[in-house]
Each structure stands twice: as structure tokens, then as C-alpha cells.
Nanobody, 114 residues
Framework: QVQLVESGGGLVQPGGSLRLSCAAS???????MGWYRQAPGKQRELVAR???????NYADSVKGRFTISRDNAKRTVDLQMNSLKPEDTAVYLC?????????WGQGTQVTVSS
């Protein structure tokens, strides 16, 4: 079993920055790690993900603004979000892919508003 603890959400003005962090506890082998988001009335969407080897992919809407990173030893995944826009407002959820299943965090709210 894996437990995911997220931190770093909050309220920020357009153009600002936030850094989200997610720490995984448990004895399950972790493969991929990533961040998804879900805005009210919209489907959950991938924001960014990273493999154990460090390969990344991003949603087109965040390319050049967001950077995902992970520390395999600490079992953490971070999302640095710069140049935030109002349309980035959503609940951001940490995702971890294990051997047999994937795991989700409870989510952290990011609100971009002036």
C-alpha cells in the first residue's frame, strides 16, 4: 500500500509561481509519478509525469511553464509551476504508478486569481 501526502497549493496572482510536493510512503515499488488536475465541471487531466529514469511529458497547456522532478531515494515528486494563469485553477492530484495499480493523493487546491 502507498500513501501520498501533497503540499504546496494555495492562492496566487496571475503570473505567480507555486511549487507542489508529493511524498510517497509504503513499501510498494514505484514506477511512474505525476500530477493531474481537475477543475470544477471538467474531466481530470494529466499535467505532467516522469518515469523512474527521468523521462518527462507535459500537457501542451503547461509546456514551458511547469517543471516536474522527482527524487527516487526520497520517493518524492515535485511540480514547479511558473507564469500561472487563471485557467490553471484546479485541484491538483499526485499520482503514483506501482506494480499492480496506481495510487492517488487527496489533492491540493491551486487558485490563480487577482
Amino acid at each position: 500500500q502507498v500513501q501520498l501526502v501533497e503540499s504546496g497549493g494555495g492562492l496566487v496572482q496571475p503570473g505567480g509561481s507555486l511549487r507542489l510536493s508529493c511524498a510517497a510512503s509504503g513499501s510498494v515499488t514505484i514506477y511512474g509519478m505525476g500530477w493531474y488536475r481537475q477543475a470544477p465541471g471538467k474531466q481530470r487531466e494529466l499535467v505532467a509525469r516522469i518515469t523512474g529514469g527521468g523521462s518527462t511529458n507535459y500537457a501542451d497547456s503547461v509546456k514551458g511553464r511547469f517543471t516536474i522532478s522527482r527524487d527516487n531515494a526520497k520517493r518524492t515528486v515535485d511540480l514547479q509551476m511558473n507564469s500561472l494563469k487563471p485557467e490553471d485553477t484546479a485541484v491538483y492530484l499526485c499520482n503514483v504508478v506501482g506494480v499492480l495499480r496506481q495510487y492517488w493523493g487527496q489533492g491540493t487546491q491551486v487558485t490563480v486569481s487577482s
